[in-house]
């Protein structure tokens, strides 16, 4: 069964730093597009960033300059490095996978999501 594993949630203070890894149970995922998503309460789901299978990787404004992405392959897994952390940023944060595994077979997947908390 396919699965992305989120961890590394927690509360932390105004400022502090976190890092999130997301585990995926096949290689082929972390080779190809993943990205990190954030959910607040009361509000939609909104992208934080995304990395290609090339390493190329984006950002939402809100996060640029304070969050990177990076992944290891021989891990199976992808990171989400926070910095400067501030009370908005408090959500859930899920990572997914988003790709085809061929041409008329698509996948999207999502972890459960781990819940950040930043305190003022």
């Known amino acids: 069964q396919v699965q992305l594993v989120e961890s590394g949630g927690g509360l932390v203070q105004f400022g502090g730093s976190l890092r999130l890894s997301c585990e995926a149970s096949?290689?082929?995922?972390?080779?190809?597009?993943m990205g990190w998503y954030r959910q607040a309460p009361g509000k939609q789901r909104e992208l934080v960033g995304t990395?290609?299978?090339?390493?190329?990787?984006n950002y939402a404004d809100s996060v640029k300059g304070r969050f990177t992405i990076s992944r290891d392959n021989a891990k199976k897994t992808m990171y989400l490095q926070m910095n400067s952390l501030k009370p908005e940023d408090t959500a859930v944060y899920y990572c997914?996978?988003?790709?085809?595994?061929?041409?008329?077979?698509?996948?999207?997947?999502w972890g459960q999501g781990t819940q950040v908390t930043v305190s003022s």
């Open positions: 997914n996978a988003k790709g085809y595994y061929s041409v008329e077979s698509p996948y999207d997947i």
């Open positions: 096949r290689t082929f995922f972390i080779r190809n597009d």
């Open positions: 990395i290609t299978g090339g390493g190329s990787t």
